[in-house]
């Protein structure tokens, strides 16, 4: 394998071969085309290294290999324009100087794409050049372009050389001092700048003098300097100029000392020994003018660098790089502003917001996906705040908002942040509904800024477990309960391992005739110390863990293993269908599919004796990949059912869109059904859109007659509720509501349900 600096090293090796040649043989052939071939190669590797090294900025490169190409010319042209007259003599000059210009103009750029062209550089530059402008001027120049035994315009370009030389010169400094000095082809790329500056300074010299025409080894410079250019070009890191940064602040180094002091005292020795002050003084005070200038340019313009660098840290530490809001370091800096300033006046509020199943956004669409919802939410959340008060990202998926104002105020704004977020996010190729849960706090007199954060995540814990989507204002008593959930984690992963849940039973019936159609699966808990355990308390909590993986997995699979045995039994037939809850991880998870579809066929099930029930918001959380997943499982002839219907969002467009069986009304409108008119109207609406989805209907939460007849006149399909019967055991619901009792097995009595852990199964 060849080194990648190889053909720069190549080049490097010939070139400086041949220029030795051309600087110990003169005047000979050998010399004549050594320093052809190296201007030519020059050229040549110019051109090529762009494309050798895929440099993505060519256009500099091309500049210089137009520059070499003219100083060629130039070189070429010379012998023959000595021997005219008029202006055809200064066509040498004219490419040499046009040559200057595209050179000059090509490290620009360079600099430019380097990151370079800084503008400390540049003044340091200025500095530089300005310092040596004097001496330039004083010693070559001005005698150049006095002698007078030439034509005019012969001196008045040999004046100019070293003047041009200044500006080659403040290249040179801008190249060291950039940050792309790293890089070798950087480097080359002084080496030739500077030998092009010394060659120069060596015709500069003799210019003075009156002559035009040097030596061998008065060139051997510019061929080196080609040689450089040549290396520099082919170098593979000529094609990582773009990638430097420019530093925002530069230490002072011995090499910018070293080039900045003689050039701040040479205009003043120059003409102190010149002793011209008397001629020379608007020299010296035009210059000392400028340098003072650039010198105070420099100060400002280093102690701004740094202060736009210490803001923009300062930013970087205080705020979030994604949404570009305030952070946490940010936030209890400024609370604790205002708290020391509002000590008992107590009139302002901190709203802690969580999203809800953000980590589903993320685990399911990945985290940019992530990230632009996180956007959009900070985004609508600052829209919302304003001028009013502060919005901050403590991480993840946490937003904090402070603002003035009395309790009311807060709530209010609450109420208004859940309003914001209800409307779809919509993202490329994705529409997004998020919800979130909030804790509110006011200020108290006691109160540091991290006991309020504390407060408020305990009150937005609170909201997590009354249902999602919603807030709650902090109460002191709500700080045992959070305890109390830290353990209910610990102790849920113990209760599967140990076999403390079981699934309970509760009828489905006909409205009709009010036989039997099916049973709810509901999971239950005994824990060893607290006793039964309401599902309400564990199952946000299983949910946020991905503990309802597995729980959900286990009571299908327990669910469906009972429903064999009953049919087993020949106690129920085809029409006996069992509701099993699934959770919106479940649905975008990789394991229900397979899960129903092996039990189904393994335990004998007809897939329609499955039905799965899915929440609104479960549904509502993408509607691509979900309705997916209802088409695969619709598929397989499970039925499938909106729970707790008239609860979220979802239209009756977006439910004519899903593969469902049916819905079920929620408890809630059925509750206050028999007084209160308004749920009749809605669950009217409900039964009315549903039949002309052709969806079959079942309220659930039926508690009295009264309900059950309107809900049957209403056209309701079929209920559940306690006017039939809780959820029981298996045993008991199969004493209950058929009359069957399991024959006891010898020596293995079974339990109700037997707890197995979802392993076991799989
Ligand atoms: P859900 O799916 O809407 O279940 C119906 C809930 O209403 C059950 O509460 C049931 O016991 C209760 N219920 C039934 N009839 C009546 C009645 O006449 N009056 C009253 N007041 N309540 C009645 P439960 O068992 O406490 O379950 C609560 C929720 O927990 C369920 O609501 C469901 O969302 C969830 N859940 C229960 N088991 C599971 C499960 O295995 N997996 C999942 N993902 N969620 C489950
Ligand atoms: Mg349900
Ligand atoms: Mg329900």
């Not at 020379?280 to 340098?291: D, E, N, Y």
């Not at 802690?352 to 985004?379: C, I, M, P, R, S």
Request: hydrophobic share 50%.
């Amino acid at each position: 394998m060849i080194k990648p600096g190889a053909l720069s090293g190549v080049f490097g090796a010939t070139g400086t071969a041949m220029g030795v040649a051309f600087a110990t043989l003169p005047g000979s052939a050998v010399a004549s085309v050594s320093a052809l071939l190296v201007g030519l190669g020059t050229a040549l590797a110019t051109a090529l290294g762009p494309r050798i090294n895929r440099s993505a900025r060519p256009v500099p490169w091309r500049m210089l290999t137009a520059s070499t190409l003219l100083f060629l010319s130039g070189i070429v042209a010379r012998p023959w324009a000595a021997q005219q007259s008029g202006v055809a003599a200064l066509t040498a000059d004219l490419f040499t100087l046009s040559a200057y210009a595209m050179m000059i103009l090509g490290l620009v750029l360079l600099l430019r794409v380097g990151g370079g062209l800084d503008r400390n550089a540049f003044i340091d530059g200025m500095i530089v050049s300005l310092g040596m402008a004097a001496p330039a001027v004083q010693y070559l120049s001005l005698p150049a372009a006095r002698i007078a035994d030439r034509p005019l315009v012969i001196s008045v370009l040999a004046g100019l050389y070293p003047v041009i030389d200044v500006l080659v010169l403040f290249i040179i400094v801008n190249l060291a001092f950039s940050t792309a000095i790293r890089l070798t082809s950087f480097r080359l790329l002084s080496i030739s700048a500077s030998m092009l500056f010394v060659g120069d300074l060596g015709y500069a010299v003799i210019g003075a003098q009156g002559r035009l025409v040097g030596s061998a080894l008065m060139d051997l410079p510019f061929l080196l300097g080609f040689v450089a250019l040549g290396m520099s070009a082919l170098h593979p890191s000529m094609a990582r100029f773009a990638e430097i940064v420019s530093q925002p602040v530069q230490p002072w180094s011995l090499m910018r000392l070293s080039l900045i002091g003689p050039a701040l005292v040479a205009p003043f020795v120059v003409l102190s020994a010149t002793r011209t002050i008397d001629r020379g003084w608007f020299t010296a005070v035009v210059l000392s003018g400028l340098l003072t200038i650039a010198l105070v340019a420099r100060a400002v313009s280093a102690v701004g660098r740094l202060a736009e660098t210490q803001a923009e840290w300062l930013h970087e530490a205080t705020h979030d790089s994604l949404t570009g809001l305030p952070n946490r370091t940010f936030l209890v800096s400024s609370v604790g502003a205002r708290i020391a300033g509002e000590r008992g006046h107590g009139t302002f509020w901190l709203i802690y917001l969580d999203l809800d199943d953000f980590k589903l956004v993320n685990d399911h669409w990945g985290h940019e996906t992530g990230d632009l919802l996180l956007k959009q939410v900070a985004d609508r959340l600052q829209g919302l705040v304003a001028r009013d008060g502060t919005v901050a990202r403590l991480g993840g998926d946490e937003f904090v908002v402070v603002g003035d104002g009395d309790q009311d105020r807060a709530t209010t704004m609450a109420e208004d942040i859940l309003q914001i977020l209800r409307k779809p996010i919509l993202l490329p190729d994705l529409e997004l509904f998020t919800t979130a849960s909030i804790g509110v706090v006011c200020c108290t007199e006691q109160a540091g800024v991290e006991a309020m954060l504390r407060d408020a995540d305990v009150a937005m814990y609170r909201s997590k477990a009354d249902g999602r989507n919603r807030w709650t204002l902090f109460a002191s008593q709500m700080r045992e309960s959070v305890s109390r959930r830290v353990q209910t984690e610990i102790d849920l992963r113990a209760a599967l391992a140990q076999g403390q849940l079981w699934v309970a039973f509760q009828p489905l019936v006909s409205m009709a005739n009010v036989t039997v159609v099916g049973a709810e699966a509901l999971v239950r808990w005994d824990h060893p110390v607290r006793g039964a355990v309401p599902p309400p308390e564990f199952i946000g909590i299983a949910e946020e863990t991905g503990l309802i993986n597995e729980i959900g997995e286990w009571v299908l699979l327990e669910s469906l293993r009972q429903v064999a045995d009953w049919r087993g039994a020949g106690i129920v037939d085809e029409a006996f269908s069992i509701s099993v809850n699934v959770s919106a991880r479940q649905l975008v998870g990789d394991r229900l599919l397979e899960t129903v579809e092996s039990a189904l066929q393994r335990l004998q099930v007809p897939p329609s004796c499955l039905t799965l029930e899915l929440t609104e918001s479960a549904l509502m959380v993408d509607g691509t990949r979900a309705l997916e997943m209802l088409e695969h499982l619709r598929g397989l002839g499970v039925r499938l059912a909106v729970d707790d219907f008239g609860t979220g969002y979802s239209s009756l467009s977006y439910l004519s869109k899903l593969p469902v069986y049916g819905v079920k009304i929620d408890r809630s409108f059925v509750k206050d059904l028999a007084h209160n008119e308004q749920d009749e109207t809605i669950t009217r609406a409900i039964v009315a859109m549903s039949h002309s989805l052709d969806l079959v209907i079942t309220a659930e939460g039926i508690e009295e007659d009264e309900q059950y007849r309107i809900l049957r006149d209403l056209g309701v399909e079929r209920g559940q509720g306690w006017l039939w019967g809780k959820a029981v055991s298996a045993t008991s619901f199969a004493r209950d509501h058929f009359g069957w009792t399991p024959a006891p097995v010898v020596g293995a009595p079974r339990t109700p349900s037997t707890p197995v852990h979802p392993g076991a199964y799989s």
